[in-house]
């Protein structure tokens, strides 16, 4: 069956600028994550969509901000690009209490 | 807030040798994965354990969750090249948010 996939896999924006991405879960899970991960802070919790729900938000600004459809695909937003958020984003989804699997990412490069 | 702490951070060794990495964390796992993460790639399941003292084997890999659930060891034996990669260990929380808290990670490189 397909992975997770996500797009683009780079994006290289502006400082001020806002960044969508996007994620299309594995068929049938209703369960999507997203990650930032950096060489300084490792691989941390963004937020959580079950059924176009947010149900769970890690300690990131509120630039940082996503959605889920009722395909379960989800896109996450960036606005107002820092260079602080240049890292990988990965995304991963899951059914209810089963292994996470992740996307390749989204290396996304802010300049 | 949960911290998990990995050592070490970098470890790099020949072919064939074994080798242990660890997990730390500060506060009792609700239960503990191990992930294994290619360059260019996501993070891909390993293993769970939820028991205290509990062992797992996946081939070459040996998995012990601690007995009070707060640390975690990961021994490869007999290393090989596709074992490059860097390690992390996780804790997934248990209250039906789905989040994982992921640890700092361990580096390594086998080298031929």
């Known amino acids: 069956k397909a992975g997770v996939t996500q797009t683009p896999r780079y994006l290289i924006k502006t400082r001020g600028q806002q960044v969508t991405l996007s994620c299309s879960p594995i068929s049938g899970h209703r369960s999507v994550s997203w990650y930032q991960q950096t060489p300084g802070q490792g691989l941390q919790f963004l937020f959580e969509?079950?059924?176009?729900?947010?149900?769970n938000k890690g300690n990131f600004p509120g630039r940082f901000s996503g959605r889920q459809f009722s395909n379960s695909r989800s896109e996450m937003n960036v606005s107002t690009l820092e260079l602080g958020d240049s890292a990988l984003y990965l995304c991963a989804s899951r059914m209810l209490n089963t292994e996470a699997f992740f996307g390749q990412g989204t290396r996304l490069t802010v300049v | 807030t949960q911290l998990l702490e990995q050592s070490p951070q970098f470890l790099s060794i020949q072919e064939g040798e074994n080798l242990t990495v660890y997990c730390n964390s500060s506060s009792v796992f609700s239960s503990l994965q191990w992930y294994r993460q290619e360059p260019g790639e996501g993070p891909v399941l390993l293993v769970t354990v939820v028991t205290g003292g509990e062992v797992k084997k996946l081939k070459r890999l040996t998995f012990q969750f601690g007995d009070a659930r707060k640390d975690s060891s990961l021994h490869i034996t007999a290393a090989q090249p596709g074992d490059t990669g860097l390690y992390l260990c996780a804790d997934i929380s248990n209250f039906g948010n789905e989040k994982l808290t992921f640890g700092t990670g361990t580096r390594l490189t086998i080298i031929p």
């Open positions: 969509y079950f059924s176009e729900t947010q149900r």
